[in-house]
């Protein structure tokens, strides 16, 4: 909400909602797997059914005990989540057990008090296979699992679910486009502004070749409002014969991680049901793999961090102070490098580094500001003088550019030769991977969020009525607001309990002047027509990544602005907004009655380019009921939801290859506050009604 201008037309959108993503331990490594029972029902309930990723179809058993599911990980793995969605005929008593030859047996789990439903079961086991070995059942009928997941970390030898997205600008294909301008290659271009759609007809496919057979762990589908209702996400090594390792009769659009295990050169989309009477159509169709090796080979490290930087000119004014070349390789995705204004631009222009040693260079990654090259070269030199390239294009869009290369030399080096804009040259980051060199390592990242999570900051807010909030959990934010807000934050007289479990931050409109008004710090005067209140953790709780949730009530008149946020600790040591970045969970202004709001603010996307979307429920009014906001925050992805619902998805390598910098890898803070008036929601008129109370039930942290 920090200097935060979001433009009204948001209030417009209504978008289709995702079910909640699963917060799941580790990698889901059984969907598709081969998978065996000791029995099954008819041939309308196979073992294949349970590891389907369709919650619509189910594997049931003879009806007798003991009985068997058994699902094949393909590899010994480590497994740490076991996830039973029992249909009603279910097991009172069963045990989970992991084998390595499919033969002998080691129970990792055992209980004989189950009462069906989705059970959720944290393991510790290795092993090839995983099987559920169910002992008694509950009903007259057999065993019956609608789903049976196992969660871990694969023993082939990935590293994990990469952030980047490898289908990005590969060559796609499909059954059919609507039109010219909705071709395949609009589903792989990094843009959200271009689709492919089919005719309208099923069934229809959109696939994508990503050059090499690659180890598949998730696909991200971004849906137009025509989007499937049942589909399947398919793999290939040949681009003709199909397993399917994903698939669903319940689509329900808008944006879909999916969590899947696979291996193909080739990944598909194959629509068989569509949910209009359009076609099939898609925004973007991202895919992630895992374990992949670096180019050059699996030593390649980050060569160029806080490496001697040098280039033709460099910027330093009030449009970009110190955006020096050694901006460029700080790891920091909030500096940049610019040319200078006026003589910098101009065409042509560079960057180089020292990696300090020859190095053989595999790999470079450019983040381009909006101001970016529209044709560059990638060069390396032996001695800073005679430079040979690794890399041409004259064709470039700007935001995130990943380039495999192949060259050796001790300088690289980024030489522009065409303005995509009409200013300089610019870079948040320039990061050169291989071999060699003399590398400093730069600082480890934070830590995903574990699995499970347990709650690591919580205030239910249960204090007597009359009483401020725990002084050392919030801190009281004191002063006038910005946005060109007219409240007056006040140290605690307009945050209080109500006695009945809730914060209550009230907005009221005082005397002008009055005693009761606070003394404004820049002016002197005890002048405020409105008072209001503003707390923060940043002197007690600050943390990066988990699953943050409140229940709010928010206040809903003309000119009232609540909301729910996080901003980037560094803040508080001199990092400006929004270098230092913000996470709106919940913003909400008293004109749109019926809309909630999230989104991200950065140097690249801030105020009213903010990147978000909102959240509505036409003819509602979220001021009359206390309603769950939440994100689920890692070093990927963000999800924002509302009472379970989620929305918004904002994936990293989306955001970098068509937004710009993803700023959130370190601590932020929370912060609650009701504010009066302000560029976005306006300022209160003659229908406003005062005192507004904003009523705060919980907040909650889990990591």
């Known amino acids: 909400m920090l200097f935060t201008v979001v433009t009204a037309l948001l209030a417009t959108c209504l978008l289709a909602l995702v079910q909640a993503p699963a917060q799941a331990a580790g990698t889901l490594l059984s969907q598709g797997k081969p998978v065996t029972a000791s029995s099954t029902e008819n041939v309308g309930t196979p073992a294949s059914a349970a590891v389907d990723g369709d919650a619509g179809t189910r594997w049931s058993s003879a009806a007798t005990d003991p009985q068997w599911l058994q699902v094949d990980l393909g590899s010994t793995s480590t497994v740490d989540q076991v996830v039973l969605n029992w249909e009603s005929a279910y097991a009172t008593a069963y045990k989970i057990q992991t084998s390595a030859d499919g033969s002998s047996w080691t129970d990792i789990y055992s209980t004989t008090t189950a009462t069906g439903g989705t059970q959720t079961l944290t393991v510790s086991g290795t092993g090839r296979y995983v099987r559920m070995y169910g002992t008694a059942r509950a009903t007259p009928y057999g065993f019956s699992l609608w789903e049976f997941q196992v969660y871990g970390t694969s023993g082939n030898g990935g590293t994990g679910c990469s952030t980047t997205n490898a289908a990005l600008n590969k060559p796609a294909t499909a059954s059919s486009t609507e039109n010219a301008g909705t071709p395949a290659s609009a589903a792989v271009d990094g843009r959200n502004d271009t689709r492919w759609s089919s005719t309208a007809a099923e069934p229809q496919w959109i696939q994508v070749d990503l050059g090499a057979t690659q180890s598949i762990c998730g696909v991200q589908l971004s ?29 329900v659009g808008a944006t879909e991680l999916l969590t899947l295990t696979g291996s193909g050169r080739y990944v598909r989309m194959n629509g068989t049901t569509r949910a209009t009477q359009y076609g099939f159509s898609l925004w973007e169709f991202q895919v992630f793999t895992t374990g992949t090796t670096p180019p050059g080979g699996g030593n390649a490290v980050l060569l160029s961090y806080k490496k001697p930087a040098t280039a033709s000119s460099a910027q330093d004014d009030a449009q970009c102070g110190g955006c020096t ?13 610019a040319t ?9 222009q560079w960057i180089s580094v020292d990696l300090g040693a020859s190095a053989h260079v595999t790999q470079v990654v450019l983040q381009w500001d909006p101001a970016y090259a529209s044709a560059y070269r990638v060069q ?35 030489y522009g030769t065409a303005r995509g804009t009409a200013y300089g040259y610019s870079l948040w980051t320039f990061d050169v991977f291989g071999t060699g ?12 969020p574990g699995n499970p999570q347990h709650v690591v900051f919580q205030d239910d807010f249960n204090t007597p009525a009359g009483t401020t909030p725990d002084a050392s959990k919030w801190t009281q934010d004191t002063g006038p607001g910005v946005n060109g807000e007219l409240e007056y934050y006040t140290n605690g007289r307009n945050t209080t309990m109500d006695g009945a479990g809730n914060l209550v931050i009230e907005a009221r409109k005082e005397a002008t002047p009055g005693s009761s008004c606070p003394t404004d710090p820049l002016t002197g005067s005890t002048t405020c027509q409105y008072t209001s209140g503003r707390i923060n953790t940043s002197d007690h709780f ?17 000119g009232l602005w609540p909301a729910f946020w996080l901003l980037g600790s560094n803040f508080k040591t001199g990092t400006p907004w929004p270098a230092c970045g913000e996470i709106d969970i919940m913003e909400h202004i008293g004109k749109v009655p019926d809309t909630v709001y999230s989104t991200l603010h950065a140097p690249a996307y801030n105020g009213g380019g903010g990147f978000g979307s909102p959240y509505q429920v036409a003819g509602s009014d979220f001021s009359s009921a206390f309603h ?24 990293r390598s989306t955001l970098e290859t068509t937004k710009g910098p993803w700023v959130y890898d370190h601590p932020f803070y929370m912060i609650l506050n009701n504010a009066v008036g302000g560029d976005w929601p306006g300022a209160p008129n003659a229908t406003t009604v005062f005192p507004q109370k904003m009523l705060v039930d919980y907040v909650r942290v889990s990591q």
């Open 223 to 251: 849906w137009e409002a025509a989007y499937g209702k049942a589909y399947q996400i398919q793999v290939s090594d040949n681009g003709t014969t199909w397993t399917t390792v994903y698939q669903t009769s319940t689509g």
């Open 325 to 337: 070349p050694a901006k460029a390789f700080d790891h920091d995705p909030a500096t940049r490098w």
């Open 340 to 348: 200078a204004a006026g003589s910098g631009w101009t065409d042509p």
């Open 380 to 414: 390396v030199s032996a001695d800073n003088t005679n430079w040979t390239d690794v890399y041409s294009t004259t064709t470039s869009t700007g935001f995130k550019q990943t380039l495999n290369v192949d060259g050796t030399g001790r300088y690289v080096r980024m």
């Open 437 to 448: 060199g003399s590398p400093t390592a730069p600082p480890s990242n934070p830590p995903d």
């Open 542 to 558: 600050n943390f990066t990544y988990g699953h943050v949730e409140s229940r709010i009530k928010v206040t809903g008149t003309q």
């Open 628 to 651: 769950t906001y939440a994100l689920d925050w890692d070093s990927s992805h963000m999800t924002f939801t509302v009472d379970n619902n989620a929305f918004f998805t904002v994936a």
